[in-house]
């Protein structure tokens, strides 16, 4: 997470703040794909990840020029924008999706409750659970406005298939609002987490 520094206090309008987030995306992103290539993945899947990192750098740089008008939602989208990065740069070992109205990653979504449907399929002899975006911390949510969120308790426990919904209370946002959101899914071993990763969804709300 990057949180707002003094660019945006020293940004004298909006547009020059866009401008300094789309560079720093540009610029981050020249990190992810060198640690793609110290991964030494082959040639295939090195070249895969760092074409996902491209599709990122330009879809966020899209959002930010324009979704982001004010500098809370440029922050927002700036953020989500690294996180994808870090996602797909580190790979994921098993079966794992996150879905608004079927899309994934980037969506649009009507004021109101945003379902997201979170699907993993651990590899054999695993289960998956959703687990703590960090220790006091169910779910990584940024929204522009005040929003909540519930889910399952049950997609707490391992299973081995998850198919679940996070549903997040967007009923307080406005048209133009933006929200983002990073669940963790743990895939278990013998009572142990064997692997987490994280996925990160970016929601325009219409």
Same mark, same amino acid.
């Given at each position: 997470?990057?949180?707002?520094?003094?660019?945006?206090? *020293?940004?004298?309008?909006?547009?020059?703040?866009?401008?300094?987030?789309?560079?720093?995306?540009?610029?981050?992103?020249?990190?992810?794909?060198?640690?793609?290539?110290?991964?030494?993945?082959?040639?295939?899947?090195? =070249?895969? *990840?760092?074409?996902?990192?491209?599709?990122?750098?330009?879809?966020?740089?899209?959002?930010?020029?324009?979704?982001?008008?004010?500098?809370?939602?440029?922050?927002?989208?700036?953020?989500?924008?690294?996180?994808?990065?870090?996602?797909?740069?580190?790979?994921?070992?098993?079966?794992?999706? =996150?879905? #608004?109205?079927?899309?994934?990653?980037?969506?649009?979504?009507?004021?109101?409750? #945003?379902?997201?449907?979170?699907?993993?399929?651990?590899?054999?002899?695993?289960?998956?659970?959703?687990?703590?975006?960090?220790? +006091?911390?169910?779910? !990584?949510?940024? =929204?522009?406005?005040?929003?909540?969120?519930? !889910?399952?308790?049950?997609?707490?426990?391992?299973? +081995?298939? !998850?198919?679940?919904?996070?549903?997040?209370? =967007?009923?307080?946002?406005?048209?133009?609002? #933006?929200?983002?959101?990073? #669940?963790?899914?743990?895939?278990?071993?013998?009572?142990?987490?064997?692997?987490? *990763?994280?996925?990160?969804?970016?929601?325009? !709300?219409?």
């Amino acid at each position: 997470m990057f949180a707002a520094d003094a660019g945006s206090e *020293r940004a004298t309008n909006i547009e020059d703040y866009q401008n300094t987030c789309t560079e720093f995306i540009i610029d981050i992103s020249r990190d992810y794909k060198d640690w793609v290539d110290r991964y030494q993945l082959g040639e295939q899947e090195t =070249a895969r *990840r760092k074409g996902v990192i491209e599709n990122i750098v330009k879809t966020t740089n899209d959002w930010i020029n324009r979704f982001g008008t004010t500098i809370k939602k440029v922050d927002i989208i700036m953020n989500d924008g690294v996180n994808k990065m870090a996602e797909n740069t580190a790979g994921y070992p098993f079966g794992f999706e =996150a879905l #608004v109205l079927g899309k994934s990653r980037y969506a649009t979504h009507p004021v109101g409750d #945003v379902r997201i449907n979170v699907k993993a399929v651990p590899r054999p002899g695993r289960l998956v659970r959703i687990g703590n975006y960090q220790k +006091d911390e169910l779910l !990584l949510l940024s =929204a522009s406005a005040q929003v909540g969120f519930s !889910l399952s308790q049950e997609s707490r426990k391992g299973a +081995d298939i !998850l198919d679940d919904y996070i549903i997040i209370d =967007a009923k307080n946002c406005q048209r133009g609002d #933006v929200l983002s959101l990073t #669940v963790v899914v743990e895939e278990m071993q013998d009572d142990y987490v064997a692997e987490s *990763r994280g996925y990160s969804t970016l929601v325009l !709300l219409t």
